[in-house]
């Protein structure tokens, strides 16, 4: 299964302000999926973040939001973002059946998203370097058990670099002047 920009959607659960000081990683994860986002964006691929009651855990990461210029934003209720009816009814309205998922907390509110989603027949790609936990362990299991259910794990270069498809266009020049150079939070890799 290959991914693909015009089946693409880009979800960021819960990666709030007031829940990311105790999660193990969300640094890590706020920087990948700002990465990430802002790829999609530069590629018209929509980007949802989701904000599980902002009241008591703050809205989402400023820097987050401040990557992401073009983001709809989703208040919800329910841990499965899929179970918000406005939320599913958007969803399906956008045609986009690829969606990948990443944000906080994997075990609880990533994780129950991604089986609603999946459980709805859309191809779900689980984000692992940006879906995190409190305890790694927990993100570790909501990770086994997504793919357990039918979702693939991938990581952002590997969604960045599926999307551009090819590089001999303007667009993968554009792309990868602006974004495709080392995360300062990870070393350079080689291929």
């Given at each position: 299964?290959?991914?693909?920009?015009?089946?693409s959607?880009?979800?960021?659960?819960d990666?709030?302000?007031?829940?990311?000081?105790?999660?193990?990683?969300?640094e890590?994860?706020?920087t990948?999926?700002?990465?990430l986002?802002?790829?999609?964006?530069a590629?018209?691929i929509?980007?949802?973040?989701?904000?599980?009651?902002?009241?008591?855990?703050?809205?989402?990461e400023?820097r987050?939001l401040a990557s992401?210029?073009s983001?709809?934003?989703?208040?919800?209720l329910?841990?499965?973002?899929?179970a918000?009816?406005?939320?599913?009814?958007?969803?399906?309205d956008?045609?986009?059946?690829?969606?990948?998922?990443?944000?906080s907390?994997?075990?609880?509110?990533?994780?129950?998203?991604?089986?609603g989603?999946?459980?709805?027949?859309?191809?779900?790609?689980w984000?692992?370097?940006?879906?995190?936990s409190?305890r790694?362990?927990e993100?570790?299991?909501?990770?086994?058990?997504?793919?357990?259910?039918?979702?693939?794990s991938?990581?952002?270069?590997m969604?960045?670099?599926?999307w551009?498809?090819?590089?001999d266009?303007?667009?993968?020049?554009?792309?990868h002047?602006?974004?495709?150079?080392?995360?300062?939070?990870?070393?350079?890799r080689f291929?």
């Amino acid at each position: 299964m290959r991914l693909k920009r015009e089946e693409s959607l880009l979800l960021i659960v819960d990666l709030q302000a007031g829940l990311l000081p105790v999660v193990d990683g969300g640094e890590q994860a706020v920087t990948e999926a700002a990465w990430l986002g802002g790829v999609a964006e530069a590629l018209a691929i929509p980007v949802w973040v989701t904000e599980q009651y902002p009241q008591g855990l703050g809205g989402s990461e400023p820097r987050l939001l401040a990557s992401l210029p073009s983001h709809k934003l989703w208040q919800k209720l329910h841990f499965d973002a899929h179970a918000e009816p406005d939320f599913a009814g958007a969803l399906a309205d956008t045609g986009r059946r690829q969606i990948i998922l990443c944000g906080s907390e994997a075990h609880i509110c990533v994780m129950q998203t991604g089986l609603g989603l999946l459980a709805a027949g859309y191809e779900v790609f689980w984000l692992s370097e940006a879906a995190v936990s409190r305890r790694a362990e927990e993100a570790q299991l909501a990770r086994e058990r997504m793919v357990h259910s039918g979702a693939i794990s991938v990581s952002a270069d590997m969604v960045a670099y599926e999307w551009l498809h090819r590089c001999d266009d303007d667009c993968f020049k554009d792309v990868h002047r602006r974004f495709l150079k080392p995360r300062s939070a990870r070393p350079l890799r080689f291929f």
